[in-house]
């Protein structure tokens, strides 16, 4: 709450954006983010398309946040639920002739209907357990896909997938370049955060928090624990779905290899660095390790010019350590994550400057 603020209603003291000044800073915020493809450091096709995994991250994670940050459910089979979304899309519109949109609808509750069902579960396990059973999901998975029917799943040879195509009511038109791919997958993310944002403010969003914190303290107030448990899974999931769904647009083709246990540890580990509990976690964790994979494979190998002694091997093993000496850093002296830094930076900024 800003110093000096008046509030004279329930609306007024609850609500994200306070007052006129925070409103323009949003709408600006929302013109660069518009405008973001046209300016000369993002323009380049590298760079735009490492921004479009961005906001595929972003969506993923955030139903990991819901799930893990505000319900307490740990998981490791976030990876596994993408890959879900990402081949009920591709065989969809590749196999069946299905429109995009449809299709990502489809892929959404395909994802979360299989993420209800490793929740159940949740009921008897908890913790180190219950990321044992969500890792069973990811390995089921990947078995499927390779093993399942060829003319289907495309098994280790992958799954070509169709250029996603607007609705007819929007013009249809395709959306075969990175710009266009840029502004389908902002709209999903804004789409996502603002309904994030909007939930765990919800009777549903407390109750998930009160889980998280005690679950008898929950029963003692009458939250059914495993109702909320397996809404979690299934909202989680959801949005899992759809950042598969996203994510077969991104290179138009779709590989098992894509959606392996280490994917599912970026995500947690994007979800740990950017802050757990927090959806502005979700954004500042997925920029920040998809930045830093990015960098790593781009510019590494330019080591083995400025030290010849270096095999291409110790410098992909001393990346790989870089990152994960990143995340213990955070876990030690930031376990809060950036979201942590970014409230008090934020605070004092709103103090000065937007009152």
Known sequence: ??????????????????????????????AILLLLPHLPLFSSAPVLGLINGIGVAIIAVTGLQILTGYCGQFSMGPSALVGVGAYTCAILTAKWGWGFMPALLASGFAA???????????????????????????????????????EVTGNIDGLQVPTARLPDWLG???????????YLILAFVLLGLFLATNLVRTNAGRAFIVVRDNELAAQAIG??????????????????GVAGALYTQLSL??????????????????????????????????????????????????????FPQLSDGAVYAGLNLLLALVIILFLVFQPHGVAHWWKSVSSRFSRRYLQ
């Open 223 to 240: 939250v059914n624990p495993f109702r909320y448990k397996l809404l979690a899974f299934f909202i989680s999931s959801l949005y899992a």
């Open 1 to 30: 709450m800003i110093t000096g603020s008046i509030s004279r209603s329930f609306q007024q003291d609850t609500a994200i954006i306070a007052n006129g000044k925070q409103w323009a800073v949003l709408i600006a915020f929302l």
């Open 112 to 150: 979360a209907l299989v993420g209800f069902a490793f929740g159940i579960p949740s009921l008897r396990v908890k913790g180190f357990y219950l990321a044992l059973s969500t890792i069973a999901l990811q390995f089921i998975f990947v078995f499927l896909v390779e093993h399942g029917p060829h």
């Open 172 to 182: 249809g038109m395709a959306i075969d370049s990175a710009e266009g791919k840029y």
């Open 253 to 306: 083709f779709i590989a098992p290899g894509d959606f392996t246990l280490t994917t599912s540890i970026w995500y947690v580990a994007m979800l740990i660095t950017g802050g757990m509990g927090t959806i502005s976690g979700v954004v500042f964790g997925s920029v920040l390790l998809n930045v830093l994979l990015f960098l790593g494979p781009r510019y590494g190998p330019q080591l083995t010019s400025v």
